[in-house]
């Protein structure tokens, strides 16, 4: 499955708000550098969702496209 989730990084607080069906807004502490901010999405969503993901586009981008594997 496939879902949109728009970020933004460097912010106070850390949460992920479901936008629609397959959409997502995540706010994430971590700065958009060196990767750090990915790291941090591909954590909380994991958590959030109880299952494994990727990021498949958007790896420098706020607005991505995540794959959740089964």
Known sequence: MIIKVK??????????IKVG????KVCLKSQAKEGKANVELVKLLKKYLNKPVRIKI?????????????
């Open 7 to 16: 970020v933004k990084p460097n912010s106070k607080i850390q949460e992920v």
């Open 58 to 70: 958007g790896l420098s981008s706020r607005n991505k496209l995540v794959e959740v594997l089964e």
């Open 21 to 24: 069906d397959k959409e997502y």
